[in-house]
């Protein structure tokens, strides 16, 4: 799940500080698993909360909560009735978070569904994406700080692409591409990876090592935003601008 960053920051988010880097060394190519409709075990375990009621979110600092993330999601059915009560899960506990993605693995729920607010939009809709995957990124990538709610122990620097094309399906089976850049590139790189088994301390950048705990990085980005904040240009007052001729 990810959370654009705020004073304090309790929760995942990523901030991205652009740099100049070399390509990804990570690739990952899996056979595909057959779409199924949700499991009974799944609709009972998505029925034990009310719709508006949040999950806790499944971490990786116990071994079944490892073990979980570590799973490869199984495809989702564009469709299956009982995605509306998964949405609507995975919703709530983003909105108590106060995120801009979460994962279905990261609820409880190993299945290949993502939500992701959409900043790059005027609205910034939140919107569910099925089966997604990227068919292409660029050269060019950037390294940003990055945390995660289901890695408690800190966050740290991951490279990634500034610009990917993903391809999906919606709810009612069509297929979509789109192309996304900078930190909504960063958002979904960040959640499809959960789909695959995948956290972003596999892809920290070998100098990030290790996690920086949480109260320090939140005490690092309060100085930088105080630094910028002294170096930003007055505002000035329009009620004291000369009135036009």
């Excluded at 079944?64 to 995605?83: E, I, N």
């Excluded at 949405?87 to 990261?106: C, H, Y």
């Excluded at 966050?155 to 500034?162: C, N, Q």
């Amino acid at each position: 799940m990810l959370q654009v960053p705020k004073l304090p920051v309790a929760h995942l988010f990523l901030v991205m500080f652009v740099t100049a880097c070399g390509a990804s060394p990570h690739s990952l190519e899996l056979p595909q698993a057959q779409a199924a409709s949700l499991s009974e075990e799944e609709m009972s375990w998505l029925d034990s909360k009310a719709p508006t009621e949040p999950f806790d979110m499944v971490t990786n600092d116990t071994p079944h909560g490892d073990r979980f993330l570590r799973q490869r999601a199984q495809p989702v059915v564009p469709g299956d009735q009982a995605l509306d009560a998964l949405i609507s899960r995975m919703r709530a506990t983003v909105d108590k978070e106060q995120g801009v993605g979460i994962a279905a693995p990261q609820i409880g729920v190993s299945r290949r569904l993502v939500l992701v607010q959409r900043q790059d939009k005027a609205e910034m809709p939140f919107e569910a994406y099925l089966n997604p995957k990227v068919v292409s990124r660029s050269e060019e990538t950037v390294v940003g700080w990055e945390g995660c709610l289901s890695v408690p122990a800190g966050y740290g620097r991951v490279e990634r692409a500034r610009t990917i094309r993903i391809e999906y399906e919606q709810l009612d089976g069509t297929h979509q591409s789109d192309d996304v850049t900078d930190w909504t590139a960063r958002i979904f790189l960040h959640e499809l990876d959960h789909l695959d088994g995948i956290l972003f301390i596999d892809r920290m950048t070998p100098d990030a090592l290790p996690l920086m705990p949480k109260d320090e990085y939140r005490a690092m980005r309060k100085r930088e935003k105080e630094e910028e904040a002294e170096q930003a240009p007055p505002v000035e007052d329009p009620t004291l601008a000369p009135s036009a001729p």
